[in-house]
Each structure stands twice: as structure tokens, then as C-alpha cells.
């Protein structure tokens, strides 16, 4: 008959995924400091098999409102506990007393703005120019300008252009659009050349 007594200590696991896994993963560092959070949390002597959902949740809650992380951060402190949970299951004779704790992701946006500063635009129009790019230079002020994507530069057409704005339609996110034009437009051989 098996035994179903093995005790992990939340200090094991994280050893033992340390070196079986995270040293050799190029953010494996950050992987054991998020696996440190919980553990000061919950306890480095206290044991895996303890651990349950309410367990968890209140992990999230600590994280958020004493740590005052953002929910991307709370689910990279989840994503190293997941992993420690996932060593100590296959360690045979290990169970969890109160079933396999749940671990919920918080929902995040994962959009990032990125604004960039007059020094950076600078800096990137320069550089095209100097590399006599000149065409390169005037779609990436125009994109700058616009704030629009490569593609709806591309699809864009003459009947599109109205004074100061731009008609952009179909876009990624599927809504039809103006955006304003703050760089001058000219007619070309091939089509819209600047904004």
C-alpha cells in the first residue's frame, strides 16, 4: 500500500523547483523572488499539503491591497505558486488535504502605452535621415502624428483624407475611426506619400 504521508514544506518545494527548473530559465531569478512572496505570506516551514482556495485567495487579497500590486504582478506571484503546486503533485505520496487548491488568475490589459517623448521622435527621425531614409523618416512622423497602425496607413486612400483627419475604416479593432492629421498631406505617384 502506497504511503500518502509525504510532507512538503513551501521552503522544498521552492528549492527543489529552483533547481530542477527556474536556474535554467532566463528570468529564473524573478520566478524564485515571486515564489519568496507567497512564502513569507503563507510561511516557508508551513506545508503544501495544507494549502487550500481560501488559501489562495487570500494570498490575491494580501497582494493587492498590503503589497498594492496590479493584477499582472498578482499573476506572476500566482504563476510561481502554480508551478510549486504542480512539483509536489507528481512527488509521490503527496496529497493535498483539502483537494488541489484553485489558483485564479486575475484579469489584466495587457495593452502598454508607450508614448514617445519629442527627444525619442527626434532621435528616430534623425537617425532614418541621416541613413537617407527619408521615405522611412516620413512614415514613421506620420505614424507619430496619427497614432495610426502600419496597416491602416497602407489601406489608406485619397477619399479617406479630409482636411485635418483621417477616415480609417475597418481598422484592427473593427471600428471605423477619424484621427486627426497633424502633418501635412500631398498627393503622389503613390498615393498618400505623408500624412
Known sequence: MPDNNTRITVRQAIENVSNMDWIRQKNGVLSIKNAEVFAKFYGFENHLN?????????FKHHCRTELSYKNGTINRKLASLSKL???????KG???VWGLPLIEYETENNKRDFVVSEELENKLLMT????YRDDEADLWECLIETGCRVSEL???TWSQVDDKFLHLIDTKNNQDTDK???CYTRKGEKGVQEC
Open 128 to 131: 532614418a535621415r541621416l541613413n
Open 85 to 91: 503546486c504542480t512539483w509536489a503533485r507528481g512527488v
Open 94 to 96: 503527496f496529497q493535498f
Open 180 to 182: 486627426q492629421a497633424d
Open 154 to 156: 497602407i489601406n489608406l
Open 50 to 58: 495544507d494549502l487550500a482556495t481560501e488559501d489562495v485567495r487570500t
